[in-house]
């Protein structure tokens, strides 16, 4: 590769490299939020819906058991946004990173999508509440969590496209 193409190239890929760090942030406070329930804490645990909220709050080891799973997937996700910008994710094969950037972000905006048109419509009263969501949990899906999934999604979509466009340099 060229002086002028390796330029352009930095150029070109400079400008994505902050959604990585964002979906690396975004991941790790996802994560962080689960570990802290997963221990008991309990602020903001009312907006996810009663059908998780009761068990979590009766200690059900199976909800428990959920809930640092999915820390850990958040956690390794995070991981994975790192290394789209980081030099050590260049021993990481390409189709591997790909794969698990392309799939972070289909999974999170496919997700966030689907919940946002439900609780809309839960919200404007077109379709039932679900009996294991509630009212106020709904409004915190739609205006909170489901945006909050859409962001995260976004963020790896940024990150994987920029990956995707640029062929990894020799450290």
């Not at 190239?9 to 570990?35: E, K, R």
């Not at 059900?60 to 946004?81: E, F, H, N, R, S």
């Not at 994710?89 to 999170?108: D, E, K, M, Q, V």
């Amino acid at each position: 590769m060229t002086d002028t193409m390796e330029a352009s190239a930095g150029q070109v890929s400079q400008p994505l490299n902050w959604a990585g760090y964002a979906a690396a942030i975004w991941a790790f406070l996802f994560a962080a939020m689960s570990f802290y329930w997963a221990l008991g804490g309990r602020i903001g645990l009312e907006t996810i819906g009663d059908a998780i909220t009761r068990p979590a709050l009766a200690g059900d080891p199976t909800i428990l058991a959920i809930v640092w799973i999915t820390g850990a997937l958040k956690v390794v996700a995070g991981v994975v946004a790192l290394a789209l910008v980081q030099s050590w994710g260049r021993s990481i094969p390409r189709w591997t990173l790909l794969l698990a950037g392309w799939g972070a972000s289909a999974l999170f905006l496919v997700y966030g999508a689907a919940n946002l048109v439900q609780d809309a419509l839960i919200v404007v009263g077109a379709i039932a509440t679900p009996a294991g969501l509630g009212a106020t949990a709904a409004r915190w899906h739609l205006f909170f969590w489901d945006p909050w999934w859409l962001l995260g999604g976004l963020f790896f979509a940024l990150a994987t496209w920029s990956f995707s466009r640029h062929p990894i340099l020799p450290v």
